[in-house]
T-cell receptor, first 113, second 111 residues
Framework: DAGITQSPRHKVTETGTPVTLRCHQTENHRYMYWYRQDPGHGLRLIHYSYGVKDTDKGEVSDGYSVSRSKTEDFLLTLESATSSQTSVYFC????????????FGSGTRLTVV | GENVEQHPSTLSVQEGDSAVIKCTYSDSASNYFPWYKQELGKRPQLIIDIRSNVGEKKDQRIAVTLNKTAKHFSLHITETQPEDSAVYFCAADLGGFKTIFGAGTRLFVKA
């Protein structure tokens, strides 16, 4: 309904394993973002993309990588999951670089045990 | 560094009363200020926004005010209803893919 879907919705993984979260949009927006949400911190930007194969780091990018091979898909990879990466991850899309607001996906709740 | 402070962290009001949430930002380059509402277990959704060349904006029962000199902006909800219960986030866009979010305000509207 919002033109943006995330998968999986929930995941439990073990420390040290790689994890990939997927974001898919049908709005053909150029800009896509990955945020994490933690109590007391609001939303913090992990990585963003301004086009196919064009990505850059956000505020909390350590331990994360991203890829965007198609306009509609933006993947977030935790290279070796740690307990500090237990969080709710939101993908977002926008028509601009942030000054038009975001449409968020439904989120992925990731637990690293 | 850039920062957005949001107060209060929790707000409880009686149905029909007004609710006010306040945010202060540090970077004078900020020029776009959105507000998001997040219901329990759901995604944040943009409910209203304001740009730096505007002092106030209204949309039915919600309004946002901006004081650029003081670097603060506020969300006002009038005639609150139980469905207004949610977490509200303010944000300040600094340009260049940099949007800073406040920590959120949990609003409870008691019927």
């Amino acid at each position: 309904d919002a033109g943006i879907t995330q998968s999986p919705r929930h995941k439990v993984t073990e420390t040290g394993t790689p994890v990939t979260l997927r974001c898919h949009q049908t709005e053909n927006h150029r800009y896509m973002y990955w945020y994490r949400q933690d109590p007391g911190h609001g939303l913090r930007l992990i990585h963003y993309s301004y086009g196919v194969k064009d990505t850059d780091k956000g505020e909390v990018s350590d331990g994360y990588s991203v890829s965007r091979s198609k306009t509609e898909d933006f993947l977030l990879t935790l290279e070796s999951a740690t307990s500090s990466q237990t969080s709710v991850y939101f993908c977002a899309i926008s028509e601009g670089t942030g000054e038009y607001g975001y449409t968020f996906g439904s989120g992925t709740r990731l637990t690293v045990v | 560094g850039e920062n957005v402070e949001q107060h209060p962290s929790t707000l409880s009001v009686q149905e029909g009363d007004s609710a006010v949430i306040k945010c202060t930002y540090s970077d004078s380059a900020s020029n776009y200020f959105p507000w998001y509402k997040q219901e329990l277990g759901k995604r944040p959704q943009l409910i209203i926004d304001i740009r730096s060349n505007v002092g106030e904006k209204k949309d039915q029962r919600i309004a946002v005010t901006l004081n650029k000199t003081a670097k603060h902006f506020s969300l006002h909800i009038t005639e609150t209803q139980p469905e207004d219960s949610a977490v509200y986030f303010c944000a300040a866009d600094l340009g260049g893919f940099k949007t800073i979010f406040g920590a959120g305000t949990r609003l409870f509207v008691k019927a």
